[in-house]
């Protein structure tokens, strides 16, 4: 089975601190993504890459970045986390045709 | 930015009971995906359609893919506790890279 795993299910920060949240995915897929989602709004796509050290961004990047050192691992970065931030986070990765999510991230800011 | 509404945004029924639950835009997608989402799980791939005017069944769902490519429909017969989640439509490229996901409807089904 593809598993996505998120380093963090549940995290409490303040304004201002850095935040990192962390994907690994264990089925050498090539595309990963970070989706944010909010009640009412479905999932939004923060980045996606499709290979390492490659990024685009999608329709919501304000506020965030990403890293992809190794094809397995596809982090995303809030440089200075504030209130607005506060959801859940979903990353994923992609086989043709199936987008494959790990449990989330929900991040509380302060 | 393309949109995906879904409607209606929260159902609750009982057991046994049938339900749509739909999916618009005024965008034409190529493939429109169905997935579900369960408490403290991310979403679950359900079905991909990719003709206009496809009907595809799983069990008791039946999805189709309106003729202009451009909304879907979710059909549930007979709902079962089972059922119970977060169903979202997301319309994109074969490949599912860059989906566009629908705003969600929230499925409670009880005894």
């Known amino acids: 089975d593809v598993k996505v795993t998120q380093s963090s299910r549940y995290l409490v920060k303040r304004t201002g601190e850095k935040v990192f949240l962390e994907c690994v995915q264990d089925?050498?897929?090539?595309?990963m993504f970070w989706y944010r989602q909010d009640p009412g709004l479905g999932l939004r796509l923060i980045y996606f890459?499709?290979?390492?050290?490659?990024?685009e961004k999608g329709d919501i990047p304000e506020g965030y970045s990403v890293s992809r050192e190794k094809k397995e691992r596809f982090s995303l970065i809030l440089e200075s986390a504030s209130t607005n931030q506060t959801s859940m986070y979903l990353c994923?990765?992609?086989?043709?045709?199936?987008?494959?999510f790990g449990e989330g991230s929900r991040l509380t800011v302060l | 930015t393309q949109l995906l509404e879904q409607s209606p945004q929260f159902l609750s029924i009982q057991e046994g009971e049938n339900l749509t639950v739909y999916c618009n835009s005024s965008?034409?997608?190529?493939?429109l995906q169905w997935y579900r989402q369960e408490p403290g799980e991310g979403p679950v791939l359900l079905v991909t359609?990719?003709?206009?005017?496809e009907v595809k069944k799983l069990k008791r769902l039946t999805f189709q893919f309106g003729d202009a490519r451009k909304d879907s429909s979710l059909h549930i017969t007979a709902a079962q506790p089972g059922d119970t989640g977060l169903y979202l439509c997301?319309?994109?490229?074969?490949?599912?890279?860059?989906?566009?996901f629908g705003t969600g409807t929230r499925l409670q089904v009880t005894l």
């Open positions: 890459s499709y290979d390492v050290k490659m990024k």
């Open positions: 994923a990765s992609s086989f043709p045709g199936e987008l494959f």
């Open positions: 997301a319309g994109g490229g074969g490949t599912a890279s860059k989906l566009t």
């Open positions: 359609v990719v003709t206009g005017g």
């Open positions: 089925m050498d897929h090539e595309n």
């Open positions: 965008s034409v997608f190529s493939s």
